[in-house]
């Protein structure tokens, strides 16, 4: 099992910024992609960026050249820094690790912070 919890949202105006922990309960870097998705009101859940076990970071391209994805392997912590903010980045943000083997898929969700970007 892995537990996964985020913190660093709130309320900022357009064009501000702020940074998003996920702290896993153990030392999975290694084994497991990270990622951060998001889901706004009356829409699907979606991936706004990921990172590989090999440090490889990709993004959706709504946020390229805004966000920053990186990790603390020493502090089992993945960051998002977000920059630039609009208020379509106005929704909840899920940490989530996952690990892919033969036949079984490891998948575990933190339990949300919530981002507001409103004047």
């Known amino acids: 099992q892995v537990q996964l919890v985020e913190s660093g949202g709130g309320l900022v105006q357009p064009g501000g910024s702020l940074r998003l922990s996920c702290v896993a309960s153990?030392?999975?870097?290694?084994?497991?992609?990270m990622g951060w998705y998001r889901q706004a009101p009356g829409k699907q859940r979606e991936l706004v960026a990921a990172?590989?076990?090999?440090?490889?970071?990709n993004y959706v391209d709504s946020v390229k050249g805004r966000f920053t994805i990186s990790r603390d392997n020493a502090k089992n912590t993945i960051y998002l820094q977000m920059n630039s903010l609009k208020p379509d980045d106005t929704a909840v943000y899920y940490c989530?690790?996952?690990?892919?083997?033969?036949?079984?898929?490891?998948?575990?969700w933190g339990q949300g912070t919530q981002v507001t970007v409103s004047s």
């Open positions: 989530n690790a996952k690990k892919v083997m033969p036949g079984i898929t490891y998948n575990y």
């Open positions: 990172i590989t076990t090999a440090n490889s970071p």
């Open positions: 153990r030392s999975i870097f290694a084994s497991y992609a």
